[in-house]
């Protein structure tokens, strides 16, 4: 199960389990459910995430242009998953750790 | 500078040296003689002088002393007797006319003397051209009496001599005047009457002054008492000028401290130089009193005339000398030109030596000296060195035709020795690596492997006495019978080592033996059975690192007697263990301060070596072994040989197949990722490998079902599943309409974030992932295709 914790106007999502096509619907509800406030900084907590698609990577995206990057930070990702985001060439824009 | 001083030949050396210490010896010689000969001509110069001068005062006094005599006589006569007046006059006209140097001649009495009626009474008969005359002299006017020809030689009572003067009127000539004071005797006693003259004319001692040559410009002179000149080559000067007036005049101290010696009657040769009157040329001066009157003789001798000879011998020495040191410099050059010109020669023929020509001839040399012995052992040199050059070419061609003949031995040994790895990439039940490195091209060091059935592999490493060629030969030997023996089915490892013994004993004229270590691995059940014959110990090294030798001998090396070896020893290798052979080049590898490797050293090494491969374990103990020797020759031949034994490859079906049928709906995806996730852990897949399947299929198929159908009706998307021993392909086949994800333009991942387009990262991601992404339509159909290999 995802977890959103709100502080202030950081928004800590910590996520778990695979996010794939399938369950990205829900996860983009979710976290669109979870910014209607003044969410200005956005951390996404991926320790439980072992596998993630493409689809994931686009609502990744949208969060960023949303708070812009400098307030966006992905932490706790499994080398599998890194390497998703490598090939997209995200680890260079974006924080990820 | 200093380059072109090294130029400059023997012969410049040689003038240099030898004419500079002969013109300083030379010179040296010159001026000591010219002082000599400068101080000769001066004591010469002096004598003669004081001679010549004398000469002349004596010539002067001659002159003067017989114009005196006539006076003296005369005044003798009168005073001893009473003549008349007649007979006076007479006698003072015979004076006159007889001698040619008297110019005039007069008796003055003293008052009333001779006629009482008469104060002044002085008859005087003189030379008025050729006629000899008569007058009277005294009057008021003319009142001899207090003359000084009168007066004086009376108050001295003795007869003199009156400066010189010029007759002016009269006979036009310089005279002097002689008087003597007359006498006579009345009662015994002596009382003066009067003075006796005579006029004397000084034209004789002139010309006789003027006939005086010294040298060639030098001259006599005579001056008075007072220093008037009487005689001199000037003739304005006589009676006009004094020898101060002139010394005033020329402002010439030298020439008034003359006069004053002069005048004081001294006579010398003059040691100071003044400028002569008459010439204003150096001078020196003699000088010699006329003892009759007080009068002085001067001598002038110009200086560059007396000193003419000593000049001309200067000169002339001069001349000679320089003379001699021109010839000294021919007879330098040539002597140098005969020594350096063979030298030069020689030297020519040395370069030509230098470049390789031998054959260049020498020129002879006919002389005897030290050149021509140097041009004899010069030659005798080419020669000599010709036959050595040549000696040492065919050496050497030998040389090199022996070294040819090694370096293909070696490629030959090196044949022999299974070198190629991964030598069998087929087998998966063991990994082996070999290395040998002979000490010189070719050495008696061996390895070998080779399967003796489909599963035994034989393995050996063996070390034959010696280096080099023996060794080598004896070493090929052995392997090529080792591999004979071997394929006699049926024999166990000692059968293989008696029959290699047996076989080397007979045919060993050498004496040479083996050591050999001889395995045979069974590949499916890691068992070894070994016999060492007198090799190192071989190292165990097991998957959990421990380290362990093989510390069995069965036989005696290999080639020295005929025996029998004890029975193999048997072990088994585990999934992981490692059998680590060497010979001991490894051990006894020398460092420069003489020390051993060790086979502690070796077994410290593999101590930790469990999780490398048998090329990373040999690579690691060879750069050691470098390391450690530092370059020190290699002493021994260097042969290792490792064996990891990797156990049985499970068995599978070398390609498996699955293939899934699945609607197209999204909710379909997750049974497909579970079946996949099922199939991939069944074929023992990383975690890695099952996520990228996982990623591929679902990017794939969820762009299908998204964007592949127009329609709403149900479609079928087959998946096929294909598992090989290294690759997993995955084929997609779809009834959707035509969509090429290969040329479909992949998203833009450089662009800024903001930029991002959401689209085409699914396909990125696929090609991304894939080693292998192949596109077809085919009836109405997508065929994708995607390996991955792990």
Known sequence: MNKYERNGKLLTCILSGKIDTLNTSVLENEINENMIEDITSVVIDMQEVDYISSSFLRIVIKIVKAVSKENFVIKNVNPSVMKVFKIANLTEIINIG | ?790
């Open chain 2, 1 to 790: 500078m200093k380059r072109i001083k090294n130029k400059r030949g023997l012969t410049f050396k040689l003038i240099i040296f030898i004419f500079l210490s002969v013109a300083i010896i030379f010179t040296l010689i010159f001026l000591d003689n010219y002082d000599i000969s400068k101080k000769m001509v001066e004591k010469n110069l002096k004598l003669n002088a004081e001679l010549i001068t004398k000469n002349i005062v004596y010539k002067a006094e001659k002159i003067l002393g017989s114009v005196q005599e006539i006076p003296n006589n005369f005044s003798k006569i009168i005073e001893d007797s009473s003549y008349s007046e007649a007979e006076i006059n007479r006698i003072l006209k015979m004076e006159v006319e007889n001698n040619s140097e008297i110019y005039g001649a007069c008796i003055a009495y003293e008052p009333f003397y001779f006629n009482s009626t008469k104060k002044y009474y002085a008859p005087y008969y003189y030379r008025n051209k050729k006629e000899i005359e008569f007058k009277c002299l005294g009057n008021e006017q003319y009142d001899y009496f207090i003359m000084d020809w009168y007066k004086i030689p009376k108050e001295i009572n003795r007869p003199m001599w009156s400066e010189p003067y010029y007759d002016k009127g009269g006979g036009n000539v310089i005279m002097s005047t002689y008087s003597v004071p007359l006498y006579r005797e009345k009662n015994g006693k002596k009382y003066f009457i009067g003075i006796l003259t005579a006029d004397v004319s000084l034209n004789l001692l002139r010309e006789y002054f003027e006939s005086i040559k010294v040298y060639k410009t030098g001259y006599a002179f005579m001056i008075s008492k007072k220093g008037t000149y009487i005689s001199h080559p000037i003739k304005e000067l006589i009676i006009n000028e004094t020898i101060f007036s002139i010394a005033d005049a020329q402002k010439s101290s030298e020439m008034r401290v003359i006069g004053r010696d002069m005048v004081k009657g001294e006579s010398s040769f003059a040691d100071t130089e003044y400028y002569n009157i008459k010439y204003n040329k150096l001078s020196r001066i003699a000088y010699a009193p006329v003892s009759l009157n007080g009068w002085s003789v001067g001598v002038v001798f110009p200086v560059d005339e007396f000193m003419k000879d000593v000049n001309n011998l200067f000169i002339r020495v001069m001349f000679l000398g320089l003379g001699g040191l021109f010839f000294i410099c021919l007879v330098i050059i040539f002597i140098s030109r005969s020594i350096t010109s063979p030298l030069r020669k020689l030297s020519i023929a040395a370069n030509k030596f230098a470049e390789g020509d031998f054959d260049f001839e020498i020129p002879p040399s006919s002389s005897n000296d030290e050149v021509g012995s140097l041009n004899k052992s010069f030659a005798h040199m080419q020669s000599a060195l010709k036959k050595y050059i040549e000696n040492l070419r065919l050496t050497t061609s030998a040389k090199e035709k022996i070294e040819s003949e090694l370096k293909i031995a070696r490629e030959i040994q090196m044949g022999m020795i299974p070198r190629k790895f991964p030598a069998f990439p087929e087998k998966k039940e063991f990994d082996i690596y070999g290395f040998i490195e002979p000490a010189k091209e070719v050495g008696g060091d061996l390895y070998d492997f080779f399967f003796i059935d489909d599963v035994r592999l034989c393995f050996a490493i063996g070390d034959v006495s010696g280096k080099g060629t023996p060794a080598a030969l004896f070493m090929a030997i052995t392997t090529t019978i080792m591999r004979a023996e071997n394929q006699i089915a049926g024999l166990n490892t000692s059968s293989v080592i008696n029959l290699m013994n047996n076989y080397l004993c007979k045919n060993n004229e050498g004496n040479l033996f083996v050591t050999l270590f001889l395995g045979i691995l069974n590949t499916s059940t890691g068992e070894v059975e070994y016999i060492n014959a007198g090799h190192n110990y071989p190292f165990v090294i097991k998957c959990n690192g421990a380290v362990s030798e093989l510390n069995t001998t069965h036989c005696i090396p290999l080639g020295i007697s005929i025996n029998t070896c004890s029975n193999p020893n048997t072990f088994k290798l585990e999934k992981g263990d490692t059998i680590f052979l060497y010979t001991d080049g490894v051990s006894e590898a020398f460092n420069i301060d003489d020390q051993q490797y060790s086979i502690k050293k070796i077994s410290e090494i593999l101590h930790n070596q469990a999780n490398h491969t048998p090329f990373e374990i040999i690579q690691h103990i060879i750069d050691d072994v470098k390391d450690f020797s530092q370059g020190t020759e290699q002493s021994d031949d260097i042969s290792v040989l490792a064996i990891k034994y990797l156990g049985k490859p499970l068995s599978k079906v070398p390609t498996q197949n699955y293939q899934m049928v699945i609607k197209n709906s999204i909710g379909n995806l997750s049974s497909l990722s579970e079946k996949i996730t099922q199939l991939c852990n069944n074929w023992e897949m990383s975690s890695d490998v099952l996520n990228k399947v996982n990623l591929v299929v679902e990017e794939l198929i969820s762009n299908t079902i998204f964007y592949g159908y127009s329609d709403t009706f149900e479609h079928d998307i087959i998946l096929n599943l294909m598992y090989d021993e290294s690759t997993i392909s995955i084929e997609i086949i779809d009834d959707a309409k035509e969509f090429n994800p290969i040329t479909q333009k992949s998203a833009d991942i450089n662009s800024d974030i903001n930029e991002r387009q959401v689209g085409g990262l699914g396909i990125h991601l696929v090609k991304s992932l894939s080693d292998a992404f192949t596109y077809q339509r085919e009836d109405s159909k997508n065929k994708i295709k995607i390996i991955i290999q792990f």
